[in-house]
């Protein structure tokens, strides 16, 4: 079973806003970070920490927290960003990593 | 720029042991701050943490799996590696390898990824 939950599927239509959210106690003391997953690839990280973006990631991706809940919002999404995405953090003992089951993302 | 590429059998017999290892380029494993795992995604599922293990050796393992898996680092090739016990047919998925950074706060950032291997066990 994962320490984070995420919904399993979210749809968003072309253009529009769409947040992805992972809920967990430990994001009250660990950040999450997010990860994108296209069909028959490697995940790649597209935030990091509270709002961080690794070079390369469009600023159409943005990050927030609130309490025990980490978001990951697209604001005009593109085709491209249709996707699983997964969240990860932390463990209870802060050693080990955990992930989210992941979200589905479709753009109609 | 930091690469990680996946080794080894793309076939492994049930009650077997599958190894793996995972081949950093463009940095070493003495990064500093950083660890290197392993993660899991069988078919259709989702990710799963495996295990990580630090440049002094040390080690840390999902719960789940920690009776049957072994890490372990080769500084001289840049390699480290994994051996997973007794293999049954839930053990088929693709394998990745990745680099663990950030200070702890940051709940393990995760990159760069290798591409992943998948492992099939059948007789």
């Known amino acids: 079973s994962s320490e984070l939950t995420q919904e399993p599927a979210v749809s968003v239509a072309l253009g529009q806003t769409v947040r992805i959210t992972c809920q967990g106690g430990n994001l009250r003391r660990f950040y999450a970070n997010w990860y994108q997953q296209r069909p028959g690839q490697a995940p790649s990280l597209v935030m990091y920490g509270k709002d961080n973006r690794p070079s390369g990631i469009p600023d159409r991706f943005s990050g927030s927290i609130s309490g025990n809940t980490a978001s990951l919002t697209i604001t005009g999404a593109q085709a491209e960003d249709e996707a699983d995405y997964y969240c990860n953090s932390r463990d209870s003992s802060g050693d080990l990593v955990v992930f989210g089951g992941g979200t589905k993302l479709t753009v109609l | 720029q930091l690469q990680l590429q996946e080794s080894g059998p793309r076939l492994v017999k049930p009650s077997e042991t599958l190894p793996l290892t995972c081949t950093v380029s463009?940095?070493?494993?003495?990064?500093?701050?950083?660890?290197w795992g392993w993660f899991r995604q069988p078919p259709g599922k989702g990710l799963e943490y495996m295990g990580n293990?630090?440049?002094?050796?040390?080690?840390l393992y999902n719960p789940s799996l920690k009776s049957r898996l072994t890490m372990s680092v080769d500084t001289s090739k840049n390699q480290f590696s994994l051996t997973l016990n007794s293999v049954t047919a839930s053990d088929a998925a693709v394998y990745f390898c990745?680099?663990?950074?950030?200070?702890?706060?940051?709940?393990?950032?995760?990159?760069?990824w290798g591409q992943g291997t998948l492992v099939t066990v059948s007789s």
């Open positions: 990745a680099r663990i950074g950030g200070v702890a706060t940051f709940g393990g950032i995760i990159h760069p």
């Open positions: 293990i630090y440049y002094s050796g040390r080690t």
């Open positions: 463009g940095g070493s494993l003495s990064s500093g701050g950083s660890s």
